[in-house]
């Protein structure tokens, strides 16, 4: 079992997914073995939120993370916990972003393996964060296990493969679970020359970003190349998804400026905007001879994924989780069991059901100052149909006011469960 996550990857960032300036050769070539899922999104426009729900299997606020800077709550049921409980070993590699206490580390929600940071973001070289400053100080974050490691200069993404194919190879001919979760490609915006020199003509913002996702690309073909060595391939599901949208924040580009390198196609908005330019992210699951290759359509939530898996690998769900299995839906390509989708962000609401979304206080966080601003008079409430209008462009509050007093009905239901359950 391997789980993938990349930070702030935009949804056409991948060449498979239309970029054309990129190189993700390996990511390409197997979500093109894959179940594509087109209809794919996070459940959050912003790191820890979303990373609670891929873990947990449920909302965020109901895993303890309603917001970054929240931990994930102690004892719950967790992807290292369930499959650690069925004789898996466990590892997470790389980004944590979940808590900094001891019943809060990933030690403590079932993986057997932790390296990587517990904050939300660290240098690539000297693995510190350095955020915040001159309010808080800086400080070192690299673990290994409970352990500090120290191994200043050595670029973080590499380490991040290293540590999986070390587990993988330390594994061998058992049954393991891993979380890799890259932190590329996150500011701050660092790449190693020999990255770089495969993208000499363009822009360096872009290039630095296309040279980080190329570090990551050879990372999974380095992890399969693995996995296929030890005839385990055929024996591993491979799920992959990225947090939320690419961010347009000024410390993600040069000068002080909105930050350009990452490109979400087609979708409005940006990392922590509800529009789909936040949610709606790449995600595609693997399993040779299992899963046929194909685009998939039908609609599903990151908090899906825990499921998903539990039921893939003929293990029990346990009660208290939100996501539902998508296992028939990639076997057998039935109907998606998810028929709604729920957000909110820093004051925004909005609910998919079907074609059908409503953003409620909609903000775009866009390259000026008013992005993250809420809209405002009729767009107050923006209706979309997406099957339609994947660009959420065209508002039609107007012509369907029914449609609109359902979805928000529902979504203002939803807000205040979320509300309640963050309170706890």
């Known amino acids: 079992m391997l789980v993938v996550v990349v930070d702030d990857l935009g949804c056409a960032d991948l060449g498979v997914l239309g970029a054309t300036d990129l190189q993700t050769p390996n990511l390409d070539r197997l979500a093109r073995e894959s179940a594509l899922l087109t209809n794919w999104y996070s459940n959050a426009p912003v790191c820890a939120p979303a990373r609670a729900s891929i873990l947990s299997g449920r909302f965020s606020a109901r895993a303890g993370v309603a917001t970054n800077g929240r931990n994930l709550t102690a004892g719950i049921p967790t992807l290292g916990k369930e499959f650690r409980a069925a004789g898996y070993r466990t590892a997470a590699i790389g980004k944590w972003h979940l808590g900094m206490t001891a019943e809060t ?15 939300g973001c660290i240098d690539f070289y000297s693995h510190r964060f350095y955020w915040g400053e ?17 191994e200043d200069g050595r670029y973080f993404t590499e380490r991040i493969t290293e540590e999986t194919v070390s587990f993988l190879e330390q594994t061998k001919g058992e049954r393991f679970c891993a979380y890799v979760a890259y932190n590329a490609p996150h500011y701050p915006m660092h790449a190693p020359e020999k990255y770089m020199q495969r993208f000499k003509g363009l822009p360096l913002e872009r290039r630095t970003y296309a040279a980080m996702m190329a570090a990551v690309d050879d990372g999974v073909g380095a992890i399969r190349r693995t996995l296929e060595a030890q005839g385990q391939w055929e024996n591993t599901i491979v799920a992959f998804t990225g947090d939320n949208g690419a961010t347009t924040e000024k410390r993600a580009g040069l000068n002080n400026e909105y930050a350009r390198a990452g490109s979400n196609g087609v979708y409005r908005g940006y990392k922590f905007s509800v529009f789909d330019g936040g949610t709606h992210v790449p995600g595609f699951v693997h399993w040779k ?17 825990l499921p998903t898996l539990l039921e893939a690998a003929a293990l029990p769900t346990p009660g208290g989780m939100d996501g539902k299995s998508l296992w028939k839906v990639l076997r ?10 729920f957000w909110m962000n ?60 359902e979805l928000a009905t529902m979504a203002e239901k939803w807000r205040l469960e979320q509300i309640k359950a963050g309170e706890n």
């Open 105 to 119: 580390h990933p030690n403590a929600h079932g993986f057997d393996k932790f390296y990587g940071f517990l904050s």
């Open 134 to 150: 001159p309010g808080r100080p800086n400080y070192h974050d690299l673990w290994r296990n409970r352990e500090e490691a120290f």
């Open 289 to 305: 001879g299992k899963i046929r290759a194909r685009k998939a359509p039908q609609l599903g939530q990151a908090m899906d994924l």
């Open 332 to 341: 057998d390509d039935t109907a998606s069991p998810r028929e709604e989708l």
């Open 346 to 405: 820093q004051g925004q609401v909005a609910v998919r059901r079907g074609p059908w979304k409503l953003v409620v206080g909609g903000k775009e966080f866009g390259r000026s100052p008013e992005g993250n601003q809420a809209l405002a008079g009729q767009n107050a409430m923006f209706l979309s149909r997406l099957d339609e209008d994947p660009g959420e462009t065209k508002n039609l509050r107007a012509a369907h006011p029914q449609v609109v007093d």
